[in-house]
């Protein structure tokens, strides 16, 4: 899940957390509350400070007194009330069970329900990581071309491995990027993926994908073209707001998003339209005034020629033009091949009622 980047600790302080009652030593858990959220778990995680909170629940840093390794624990509360939330609970944990990348968050484990009668929060435990991108990006953290390299270097690696199982990430964003003070990257909230076939391209997609500064033109324009391309567009447009520590396409809604899309790279032309099958999407498109590109050397006139030729391929406007991560690899990067299965969401194909969720996240 992406964590608020404001931490949690400059509304209410670490002592937020208090504890309550006593330990429940039947279900060898205790209890403490976290900004108004209760937390319930194994006694071996020993509270530390709140980190995060975002709409899917409230983050806290912890100890494991057993191994004595720092965990993050996610409480997501009434987890079942929502079964499109649910299933997207769902969706993540398997997911990150199924992935095993150093570039992508782990679960280190879940917590059991006391019972399923009595399942109603969902608690993620996961790698502990210090910051997300976006906070470095706005922050007065100088950063060197190495740092930019080593950080999309890492993205690409791991959006290598994703694709690689036929998944799509679709909102990949600065702060769904987590870092450690050494610069190791890992990606997180998988609440959105979904599968794609090497052969089927053409999916049908939700307006919930991707958060707007980060959209490809195909979602905003209506297309069910659905291609893994979407996640390389949402990485060029991380690319630039680490080259500029702005964002690329600050639009306040979908007509100003691609209005700004078109101010800077160009109008596309009606060859460059092909893939969109709205016809309201391409009227529009077609009434838009005919804007030349702006070079990328002027809008980022200290960076190096060969990064602003790679986010140049990155974010082109015809999906079935834009760079693959295999082509980026081709480039001389020489990332470790992929070995993962491909991820089935067949589960998903099933009657996911609330009984059912309760039992698969339980698994």
């Known amino acids: 899940m992406s964590s608020s980047t404001a931490s949690i600790e400059e509304a209410t302080g ?21 900004s108004g959220t209760t937390f319930q778990v194994d006694t ?43 299933k997207r609970i769902l969706r ?12 992508i968050i782990t679960i280190v484990d879940l917590l059991p329900p006391p019972s399923l009668a009595l399942f109603e929060d969902v608690y993620i435990i996961s790698d502990l990581m210090e910051t ?21 270097y890492q993205i690409l690696r791991a ?40 052969d089927e391209d053409n999916m049908e997609l939700t307006e919930y994908v991707v958060t707007r500064w980060y959209r490809a033109p195909e ?15 949402s990485t060029g447009c991380i690319f630039a707001e680490l080259l500029g520590r702005k964002p690329m396409f600050p639009g306040d809604d979908y007509i100003h998003q ?9 109008t596309p032309t009606e060859d460059e339209l092909h893939f969109v099958t709205s016809e309201k999407a391409r009227r529009f498109m077609k009434s838009q005034p005919n ?23 990155m974010l082109v406007f015809d999906p079935s033009k834009r760079i693959s991560v295999e082509e980026v690899d081709a480039r001389g990067t020489n990332w470790p091949k992929c070995s993962t299965k491909p991820f089935s969401f067949e589960f998903e194909k099933e009657n996911l009622t609330k009984r059912r969720l309760q039992e698969l996240i339980a698994e």
């Not at 997300?132 to 922050?139: N, Q, W």
């Not at 600065?174 to 050494?182: A, R, Y």
């Not at 804007?291 to 391929?313: C, G």
């Open 159 to 198: 959006l290598k491995y994703i694709h690689s199982s036929n998944v799509l990430h679709r909102d990949l964003k600065p702060s769904n990027l987590l870092l450690n003070s050494n610069c190791d990257l890992k990606v997180c909230d998988f609440g959105l993926a979904r599968g794609v076939e090497p």
């Open 219 to 233: 979602i905003m324009l209506s297309t069910k073209e659905y291609t893994k391309a979407i996640d390389i567009w």
């Open 258 to 266: 691609l209005q700004i899309i078109c101010d800077k790279l160009g």
């Open 291 to 313: 804007k030349p590109k702006i070079p990328l050397d002027r809008l980022f006139p200290n960076v190096k020629p060969n990064a602003l030729d790679l986010l140049d391929k």
């Open 44 to 86: 071996k995680y020993k509270f530390i400070k709140p980190i995060g909170h975002g709409a899917y629940g409230v983050v806290i840093s912890a100890q494991n007194t057993e191994t004595g390794d720092k965990v993050a624990i996610k409480k997501v509360s009434k987890a079942f009330e929502d079964l499109i939330d649910a």
């Open 14 to 34: 670490v002592a937020a957390a208090v504890a309550v009652g006593k330990d429940d030593a039947r279900l060898g858990t205790h209890s403490f509350v976290v």
């Open 92 to 103: 993540e944990i398997k997911l990150l069970q199924h992935f095993d990348h150093e570039n």
């Open 132 to 152: 997300d991108l976006h906070r470095i990006i706005y922050s007065r953290q100088p950063l060197s071309d190495d740092h930019i390299q080593y950080f999309l």
